[in-house]
């Protein structure tokens, strides 16, 4: 393909993306694998060409633009070459007319930059490390590093690794014996935030396909009971699989009723050690790996999401012992879904206590902490420890 019709097909892209986006349509990463199945003549290079104009042009609007060819128009603002480009060739986009405009560059949508003022934004959209977590049921960090060159310890997680260039994961013997799993660590420290003990009663109550539970299980040994609910039938489908190449014979998961979670839950009122509630939430932490989650978000979407994180932790805590644990996260930097939430539970529950989660890292935020790529290089978390009342 000619550079010209790489960058029509970019603009293409950009417009079923930003379609979408608008409708709560797929991810762009399902648009793209799409777009590209019905489009064979795009060989590898134009598609990894293609695939950079059309992220760079994403990372570069925090605004939804109007359509592909604005979003395309503003990243020639920054990258001028691609003006040229613009040539009314057979396949390539018409040339850039009087008084086009390009859609504006910035990091967040206005209407979220206040309540980020406390965040580096920009780090928010820069590249996202790739992260493995070694499941400790079946291999040790040292042995995996060494079957790995070029990998690291994390900072922070005793059993995570950042590789230094991108791997097709689940193609490595490694993934398919169960040893190691992808994961941020970020994710990883919110397992650990739990302290699950081997024997306890854990339960994952929005464990989706069980990123954390699987952590949570390694950290059990595979002793005790480990409860995964989730109200997404599909996503917890996927938790069975993955335990049992993990070797973890304690997990249970339980599809939950959107509205009448609790009636699944009965018997758990008040005999978990732990419970925790990584909640359903705007996502604003992990814009680097979804930038075109930006333009997703609305006020009223918000909304809906910060009733259900209270709704949710409420429940939660009907299910912890007393002296138990209850662990809320999301991987949000925003404060009404963190520390305004903590704040609110802490009031109308007297006797309740929060402490620091872990030592190390994160920024106190509230009763909480907040996790960033620019601070502490994981994706962006709110987490909160919070104990009941013997
Ligand atoms: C942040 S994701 C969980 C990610 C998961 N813990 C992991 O580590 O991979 C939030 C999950 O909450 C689930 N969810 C949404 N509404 C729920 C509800 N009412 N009760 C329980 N889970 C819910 C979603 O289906 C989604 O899987």
Partial sequence: MTPSARLQSAIELLDAIITAARGAGPAADTVIAAYFKTRRYAGSGDRRAIRELVYLAIRRAG???????????????????????????????????NGESPAPASAVPAWLAPRLAHVDTGALLERAPLDLRVNRLKADRGDVLDELPGAAPTRFAP?????????????????????????????????????????????DLCAGAG?????????????????????????????????????????????????REAEALVDLLGVADCVLVDAPCSGTGTWRRNPEARWRLTPDRLGRLTSLQSRLLELAATLVRPGGRLIYAVCSLLDEEGADQVATFLAAHPGWRAARPFPAPGIDRGAGVLLSPSTDGTDGFFVASIESPC
């Fill in 211 to 259: 990123g954390k539970t699987l952590a949570l299980a390694a950290d059990m040994g595979g002793e005790g009971r480990l409860i995964a609910c989730d109200t997404d039938r599909g996503r917890l489908s996927r938790l069975p699989p993955r335990a049992e190449r993990a070797g973890a014979a304690n997990i249970e998961t339980r599809l939950l009723d959107p509205n």
């Fill in 159 to 203: 059993s995570g690794l950042r590789l230094a260039d991108s791997l097709p994961v689940e193609q490595h013997p490694l993934w398919r014996d169960g040893a190691v799993e992808v994961q941020d660590e970020g994710s990883q420290l919110i397992a650990l935030a739990c302290r699950a003990q081997p024997g306890e009663t854990v339960v």
């Fill in 63 to 97: 605004e939804r633009p109007e359509n592909g060819r604005a979003a395309m128009l503003g990243l020639a603002e920054n990258e001028p070459d691609l003006r040229d480009l613009f040539d009314g060739s057979p396949h390539g986009p018409a040339p850039i007319a």
